[in-house]
């Protein structure tokens, strides 16, 4: 199975859901540290966007990769505020914005009133807000992709700074494309605007190494190849050498597998029954009870 001309093969992705239906309007509960947000709280947010974030599918109280989750939520706390609140205040916290729920949504994140543009100096512990919302639909069942030179300020970290990849998105589209892919100075893949990207060679997945934020979907698709059958590596990929590989796919928390038919003017012919075998790899890794954990070490400090 080889790269074919895009003229040949490109389809389009079924269309975006209506505004009101899907990204363009949230409906969610906000809590920060267990307690309704303030219109302070609220008015901090909106003006100053130091901070970091993770977001995930909820289903009666667990969640695939929440080890994961927690510990992205734990690195971030440390580098950017010195220290972090613990696995046993982000568990109770998060247990108790999905009580009640089924299914939903959960966007936990990290910051700190005490953190300003004229004075940044706060070290202490943030606060934790809460969003929970409806769950998303993946973002498609297939897209077509442009690579562009950018490169996310601290990519290591699902920080709050979301302008340039919002902007790259806006530009593929008006371009004629669904999303953009990210490409550093070096020349190298890295990520996309929302999401990791996978390539196919063989019975083989191969992820792009380089500057990027470790995507949990992408953590979890890795510990289930093997169950699959299917087998991994990483390592750096050019732009220019992408036509050597069979496939192409974006994973992120919403999207387990989207096949990616095209990148610039290639083109991809997916197999189907191999990107089910890698969708089965995530879905074979069980969620993880949100609530289900006894932890005596409620504070992480910088330097332990």
């Known amino acids: 199975m080889t790269p074919m001309s895009a003229e040949k093969t490109a389809a389009r992705p079924d269309p975006p859901p209506p505004r009101g239906q899907g990204e363009g309007r949230l409906i969610a509960t906000i809590l920060i540290d267990g307690l309704p947000a303030t219109p302070d709280d609220l008015a901090h947010q909106a003006v100053v966007n130091y901070g970091a974030y993770t977001s995930f599918r909820v289903e009666n109280g667990a969640a695939r990769g929440l080890d994961l989750h927690l510990a992205r939520l734990e690195q971030a706390a440390v580098e950017l505020f010195g220290e972090s609140p613990g696995e046993t205040d982000f568990r109770r916290l998060m247990a108790l914005a999905v009580a009640g729920r089924d299914v939903c949504w959960l966007r936990v994140s990290l910051f700190s009133p005490e953190i300003g543009h004229r004075d940044p100096a706060f070290v202490g512990r943030p606060k934790v807000m809460t969003s929970v919302s409806p769950a998303p639909p993946p973002l498609a069942n297939r897209v077509r992709i442009t690579a562009v030179p950018y490169e996310r300020e601290a990519p290591h970290l699902k920080h709050l700074a979301t302008f340039g990849l919002v902007r790259a998105r806006r530009a593929a589209r ?23 990207i996978g390539f196919v060679q063989g019975d083989r997945i191969v992820w792009p190494q380089a500057p990027m934020l470790a995507g949990v979907t992408q953590a979890l698709i890795m ?82």
């Open 174 to 196: 008006a371009a004629g494309f669904d999303d953009a892919l990210f490409v550093d100075g070096a020349g190298r893949v890295s990520e996309g605007t929302l999401w990791n």
């Open 223 to 304: 510990r289930g190849l093997p169950q699959v059958g299917l087998t991994s590596k990483t390592r750096p990929i050019r732009l220019d050498e992408i036509g050597v590989f069979d496939g192409a796919f974006l994973c992120n928390s919403a999207t387990p597998v989207c096949p990616i038919t095209t990148i610039n003017d290639l083109a991809f012919a997916n197999d189907p029954v191999l990107l089910a075998k890698v969708e089965a790899a995530w879905s074979a890794q069980a969620p993880q009870p949100i609530a289900d954990h006894d932890d005596d070490e409620g504070v992480s400090r910088l330097g332990r």
